[in-house]
C-alpha cells in the first residue's frame, strides 16, 4: 500500500498490506463510527422479516397467478379449517381427568337423574336431558350391581366395562358416552333424536335380567329376552 504525502512532500510512503488493514480495522471500530448503527436487537428483526419476505416471493413465484393466486390458496385453506372446526366441533380431550368424572356433584339414584333428564327434555334443554339420561344409565348398573361403584369414573370408561358384561347393548352404550362427550366436553349440541336413543337404550337396560350364571367384579351373563 503507498500513501503520497508526509514532511519531504511528496514522496510515497509504503506500508504494507497487513498492518494498513488492521489499522484501518482499529480507526473504523471507533465508536464515533457506529452511533447510528441499529442494535442488535432491530438487526434481528431486520434479517427475520427479510427471510419472511424472501419465503414470500418464492412462494408466490411456485404458486400460479403469483401473489394472487398465493392469497387465494391462503384463503381456500382458511376455509377448509373454520369448515372442519365447525363440523368437528372443539377438539375433544383423550386423557381423562378429575374434571371428566361423569358425576360431578353429589350422589344421586338412577330415579333421580332419570326425573332430571325428563325435565330437561320437556323444557328442550338436550344437552342437560342427554348427560342426565347417561348418568341414570351408569347408576342404576351400580345399583344393580352390574358396574362396581367407583368415583371419577368417566363415560366412556363406564361404556367400556358395561359393555364386556352386555355385548348386545356395547355398541349402544358407546354411542350413549360418546354422546355425553360431545355435549359436555367438546362443544357440541344434543337434539331430541340424540336424547331418545338414550333413553330407550335405559329402558331396554332396565328391561335386561342377569341369568345365574352372574359371579363377582364383571362375569355378568346377559339372559335370553
Known amino acids: 500500500m503507498t500513501i503520497t504525502g508526509g514532511t519531504t512532500g511528496d514522496t510515497p510512503v509504503d506500508i504494507p498490506r497487513v498492518p494498513a488493514r ?19 436487537l432491530q438487526r434481528g428483526i431486520d434479517r427475520f422479516w427479510d427471510w419472511v419476505g424472501d419465503l414470500f416471493d418464492s412462494a408466490a413465484g411456485a404458486t400460479p397467478g403469483g401473489v394472487v393466486g398465493l392469497v387465494a390458496v391462503a384463503v381456500v385453506v382458511l376455509a377448509l379449517i373454520a369448515a372442519l372446526w365447525w363440523r368437528l366441533g372443539t377438539p375433544r380431550r383423550t386423557p381423562a381427568t378429575a374434571g371428566d368424572s361423569l358425576f360431578d356433584d353429589g350422589p344421586r339414584t338412577a330415579a333421580e337423574h332419570r326425573a332430571a333428564a325428563s325435565r330437561h327434555a320437556s323444557a328442550g334443554q338436550w344437552n342437560q336431558a342427554v348427560q342426565e339420561r347417561m348418568r341414570a344409565i351408569v ?44 355435549v359436555t366436553y367438546g362443544g357440541r349440541s344434543a337434539d331430541e333424536p340424540a336424547y331418545r336413543r338414550i333413553e330407550q337404550l335405559d329402558s331396554a337396560l332396565e328391561r335386561t335380567k342377569p341369568t345365574l350364571a352372574t359371579t363377582a367384579a364383571t362375569g355378568f351373563t346377559e339372559a335370553p329376552r
Do not use: I, V
Open 22 to 40: 488492521e489499522a484501518a480495522e482499529r480507526e473504523l471500530s471507533e465508536p464515533m463510527y457506529h452511533e447510528n448503527d441499529p442494535s442488535l
Open 139 to 182: 347408576r342404576s348398573l351400580e345399583e344393580r350391581t352390574l358396574l362396581d361403584p367407583r368415583p371419577g369414573r368417566t363415560a366412556d370408561e363406564a361404556a367400556a366395562e358395561a359393555g364386556r358384561s352386555l355385548p348386545t347393548h356395547a355398541e349402544g352404550l358407546r354411542a350413549a358416552a360418546r354422546a355425553f362427550d360431545d
